[in-house]
């Protein structure tokens, strides 16, 4: 586990708004067809893993021994499919995978470890709804946002790639506060009825 100074980080975000909209000044095209890119990126020969990133937890913690959802995608521009057949790290005891797309063992089979396929040209959605749901079962120590985890991925034809995988931020809007009077002294001379001959 790899911890940010929370300072800096808090920081960094306080700042992202302001500094967005400085830049975006004389560029609204540009600006206006970019979406914010959240989580980490890494690429391992064809294979680009992207938008990793575990939730942002209740109550903004994940207690050590808790278990979290790993979300993202892995993008292929290879011409066949490949297959992740392993995402571990020394921060988590254990991974769960739930594919609704996988065959259910035979009775009594053993469950085989993790094969999830990445079409070729294609896209393998972790933990969205639409592919399987994996989770890192048993953290070892306390996360809080600006928190990283490694986990290495493992395929069949890619090789191995290890990501710091970073808690992510809440989604709620940042408290407001009031509203800064730029011009105080104009404002009481219109409530007093201005000022006197």
């Not at 939730?55 to 994940?62: E, M």
């Not at 085989?112 to 972790?126: K, R």
């Not at 709620?172 to 509203?179: C, M, N, S, T, V």
């Amino acid at each position: 586990m790899i911890r940010a100074p929370r300072a800096a980080a808090i920081g960094a975000l306080l700042l992202a708004p302001v500094v967005l909209s400085a830049c975006s000044a004389g560029q609204v095209t540009q600006t206006n067809t970019q979406e914010q890119n959240f989580g980490a990126q890494m690429d391992v020969g064809p294979i680009s893993l992207r938008a990793l990133e575990l939730p942002y937890p209740t109550g903004g913690t994940y207690p050590s021994g808790s278990e979290a959802r790993l979300l993202g995608a892995v993008v292929s521009t290879a011409d066949t499919e490949d297959t992740l057949v392993g995402i571990s790290g020394e921060s988590f005891e254990d991974v769960e995978v739930v594919d609704p797309n996988a065959e259910e063992p035979a009775d009594g089979a053993a469950p085989a470890g993790i094969s999830l396929p990445v079409p070729a040209d294609g896209t393998l959605f972790l933990s969205n709804g639409q592919g399987p749901a994996v989770t890192l079962v048993g953290l070892s120590e306390e996360l809080q946002v600006g928190d990283y985890v490694d986990v290495t991925f493992s395929f069949t034809e890619s090789g191995d790639v290890t990501v710091p995988v970073p808690v992510g931020v809440s989604q709620r809007d940042l408290p407001r506060g009031e509203a800064f009077d730029f011009q105080p002294e104009e404002e009481e001379e219109q409530q007093g009825g201005g000022s006197a001959p």
